[in-house]
């Protein structure tokens, strides 16, 4: 990685992001940027990290060799982002790599340095389950108009070929001008510790609507009616944890545990334990639990979604479903059938070594290498 950055001319790297790893919100998009920030840090990289303010944190940090600002709140920090970055305030910079959600930076309107565009999955069809109202209309019109508009001919990454089938579909892009890099497995994810004595379903996900929290809890209400020694925990906060907490106990599900934000530690005994990993997600860009599990030796049972075609390999690592009633179903096989599951978490081992973030990061780099490269 240092000799690519070396002979593109490209040392000093911003990465611009919506919300920082500290943030209580924070999920797989933040894990990815930490990642992939610390890889090019160890690669000999001037890295800074440009976020929305942490609430009750410092403005400004330094992680694993990288510097990170945060300023702005959740709308603010799309101008903290163009303001700091044009005054000098966060140095020079060889590239630039834009992570956005739906909504971006717009980078290109106000930088010619080199960039990419790191595009997680395409957002239409979730606004209204993002920012309910007017904003969320405001959030799709941006994306439907004025991304395609800006980015069909840019640079853009993404982490699977599903996500880059939908960023074609979508936004006009030039799929020869589109990069793929899978998303990594930190170290710590691996087989150990026991397995619940009660058959475990996990799931690990931000409390949101598009994460398919309620499809979820009325499959597990399912499998439980056919499995009643079941127990279920929900792993993750976010803004609608009341609304799904009131609506497991009007559906008979207030046997459900809601374990919060938890430490690395915690997430990887979740895992561990686990008898399944569930996602009743309705739009992801990979699915980085799915594989953090299937590292831990975990089978997944997950919706059919672009993104989760990808992190999951279908009656090898996990079993994908197309419906809620599906989703009920595979759970109960699972749970079921000790040769099954069995089978299925041997080819979640197999199929987690494939995806490693030092990978992931040099494959972004070398995107925005060749891009410093061809602009020069």
């Known amino acids: 990685m240092a000799e690519r950055a070396d002979a593109a001319g490209v040392r ?42 942490v609430p009750g944190a410092p403005e400004e940090i330094q992680r694993n060799g990288f510097r990170v600002v945060r300023r702005g709140g959740r709308v603010g920090v799309f101008l903290t982002t163009v303001l700091d970055s044009r005054r000098g305030r966060l140095g020079p910079a060889d590239g630039i790599v834009e992570i956005f959600h739906g909504v971006p ?28 109202g007017w904003p969320g209309r405001v959030g799709h019109l941006i994306e439907r108009f004025a991304v395609p508009a800006v980015y069909r001919r840019r640079a853009l990454v993404t982490a699977a070929p599903s996500a880059r089938d939908e960023i074609v579909e979508h936004y006009g892009a030039d799929p020869s001008r589109i ?47 056919e499995v009643p020694a079941l ?20 559906t008979g599900a207030g046997w459900i545990r809601w374990a919060g934000r938890v430490s690395d530690d915690e997430l990887v005994d979740w895992y561990r334990r686990a008898w399944v990993v569930a996602s009743a997600s309705r739009r992801e860009g990979f699915g980085l639990t799915l594989t953090e599990a299937a ?16 992190a999951v390999d ?26 099954l599951r069995a089978r299925l978490g041997a080819g979640a081992l197999a199929h987690a070594g494939r995806f490693r973030w030092d990978e992931a990061a040099s494959t972004l780099l070398g995107a925005l290498c060749d891009e410093a490269v061809r602009r020069r």
């Open 295 to 310: 590292a831990c030796g975990t089978p997944t049972v997950a919706t059919r979604i672009p993104g989760h075609v990808d």
């Open 314 to 339: 279908d009656g090898r690592s996990g079993l994908l479903a197309d419906s809620t009633d599906e989703l009920a179903d595979r759970i109960v096989d699972v749970v079921h059938d000790d040769e």
């Open 105 to 132: 930076f717009f980078a290109p309107l106000w930088t010619r340095t080199p960039q990419v565009g790191l595009v997680h999955h395409v957002h239409l069809g979730t606004w209204d389950d993002l920012l309910p």
């Open 179 to 225: 990069t793929i890099a899978p998303h990594g497995i930190a170290e710590r994810f691996t087989p150990g510790g026991s397995r619940s004595e009660a058959p475990l379903v996990v799931a690990v996900c931000r409390l949101m609507p598009q994460k398919g929290v309620e499809e979820l809890i009325a499959a597990l209400v399912r499998a439980k009616a």
């Open 12 to 53: 000093r790297v911003h990465v611009l992001a919506f919300r920082d790893i500290d943030d209580p919100l924070a999920g797989g998009s933040e894990e990815h940027a930490t990642q992939v920030c610390t890889h090019f840090a160890r690669a000999g990289l001037d890295v800074t990290l440009h976020t929305g303010r």
């Open 231 to 250: 127990e279920a925990t929900i792993v993750g906060d976010g803004p609608h944890r009341e609304r799904f907490e009131a609506v497991a106990e009007e």
